[in-house]
Every structure is written in structure tokens, then in C-alpha cells.
């Protein structure tokens, strides 16, 4: 099982360019998710998906889009890069939609805007 | 308010003895769950271990263990007999009731050295 898989692991962006932030996982988990960690800061979540065809904002939606198409994938897409999003960001993924359950992260992906 | 903190930015702890490590939250919801993760210098995030707010015992996983006081609002964890490979950062976060299920809300996290 390759678990929870992020591409790119590094990115460097300029201001204003648009990238997407890949996800994958092969556990079959209905809800996945993504958070941004900051220095000092923890995580945040920005994102999350119950399913395919179903996402909803985190803490930290702003300059964020996402869709979910298939179980599989939940992509993360910045649309205007700006330097505050420079960050260090997690996929993660687990299965059902207890709370109780443990979430699975990915390596994280880390962006540099510029 | 902050939901979930962790005053201690940085701990230092010679190797083999034992270490707490602070968390205490705020909720009103009866229903909660409390997880610690550890993040070593590498990067990933590893899920050490999860209280659920109406377990009657206090969760134990190998070294791990959560000292879980409901009505102080903590839930620190104690690290038993700590080795070298302990070193890294560590995570307490929390989901809140049914609404929040969905949401795992982290401290700022605690860095830990372990000195030989």
C-alpha cells in the first residue's frame, strides 16, 4: 500500500502564478483533507471531502479551491499564488467518518511563493 | 479562544527518563476526542495515540500514554523511559462533537529534544 501519496514535494511559485497540489490515496477512505503548517502555528485545516462529489471549507479556505471526482483523488488548487501562502501542506485521508478515526497523512508538499 | 494549547514551545529531557508533554483544551461539547501525533525532523505526521471524551481509562499505547484529567481539561502526554528517536515535535489535536467530527483542530505543537 503507498498510503497517502502529495506531488510535487517542493514547488517555487511566483506571485500570481496558479499550481494545483496532487493527492492520492489507495485505502479506499471516504474523507480526506488538507492543511497548511505554519511555523508556530500547528496545522490548519483548509479543506476536507466526506466523498466524491462533496467537499467543505476548513479554518483557512481563502485562495483555495478543491473538487473531489473520484475517491481516490482530492487535488488542492491555488488559483493567484500570493506569499502568505507559502506554507508547508498535508494531505490527509482515513476511513468512514467517525472523528474517532485516525487520519493518514501524506509526506507534505512544501510551496514557496515568491 | 484557543481550542487546543500546548505551552511548552521546547522541552529538553536526558534519554531514559520520562517526559510530559502539556495539552489542555476548551470545548462545551460533551462528546470530543483528543489525538497526539508526532512529526520528527523528516517531516511526516505519525498518529501516537487517541483519548475518546467518555473512555473511562486513560488510553495506553507501548511508551505512550495520555494522562487525561476531564475536568482540567487536559490531556498531556507522558512518554515512558525516552530514547534518542523520540526527538522531534509532537501534536495534540482535537475533533469536536458530531458538527465537528469532520474538523481535527491542532495545537502549536511542543518540540522535544532528547539529550544522550
Known amino acids: 500500500n503507498a498510503g497517502v501519496t502529495q506531488t510535487p514535494k517542493f514547488q517555487v511559485l511566483k506571485t500570481g502564478q496558479s499550481m494545483t497540489l496532487q493527492c492520492a490515496q489507495d485505502?479506499?477512505?471516504?474523507?480526506m483533507s488538507w492543511y497548511r503548517q505554519d511555523p508556530g502555528m500547528g496545522l490548519r485545516l483548509i479543506h476536507y471531502?466526506?466523498?466524491?462529489?462533496?467537499?467543505d471549507q476548513g479554518e483557512v479556505p481563502n485562495g483555495y479551491n478543491v473538487s473531489r471526482s473520484t475517491t481516490e483523488d482530492f487535488p488542492l488548487r491555488l488559483l493567484s499564488a500570493a506569499p502568505s501562502q507559502t506554507s508547508v501542506y498535508f494531505c490527509?485521508?482515513?476511513?468512514?467518518?467517525?472523528?474517532?478515526?485516525?487520519?493518514?497523512f501524506g509526506a507534505g508538499s512544501r510551496l514557496t511563493v515568491l | 479562544a484557543q481550542k487546543i494549547t500546548q505551552t511548552q514551545p521546547g522541552m529538553f529531557v536526558q534519554e531514559k527518563e520520562a517526559v510530559t508533554l502539556d495539552c489542555t483544551y476548551d470545548?462545551?461539547?460533551?462528546?470530543?476526542?483528543l489525538f497526539w501525533y508526532k512529526q520528527p525532523s523528516s517531516g511526516e505526521m505519525i498518529f501516537l495515540i487517541y483519548q475518546g471524551s467518555y473512555d473511562q481509562q486513560n488510553a495506553t499505547e507501548g511508551r505512550y500514554s495520555l494522562n487525561f484529567q476531564k475536568a482540567r481539561k487536559s490531556a498531556n502526554l507522558v512518554i515512558s523511559a525516552s530514547q534518542l528517536g523520540d526527538s522531534a515535535m509532537y501534536f495534540c489535536a482535537m475533533r469536536e462533537g458530531i458538527q465537528g467530527a469532520q474538523k481535527l483542530v491542532f495545537g502549536q505543537g511542543t518540540r522535544l529534544t532528547i539529550n544522550p
Open positions: 470545548t462545551s461539547d460533551p462528546s470530543y476526542g
Open positions: 485505502m479506499n477512505h471516504e474523507y
Open positions: 490527509a485521508s482515513r476511513y468512514g467518518l467517525s472523528g474517532a478515526n485516525v487520519l493518514t
Open positions: 471531502s466526506v466523498g466524491a462529489g462533496i467537499t
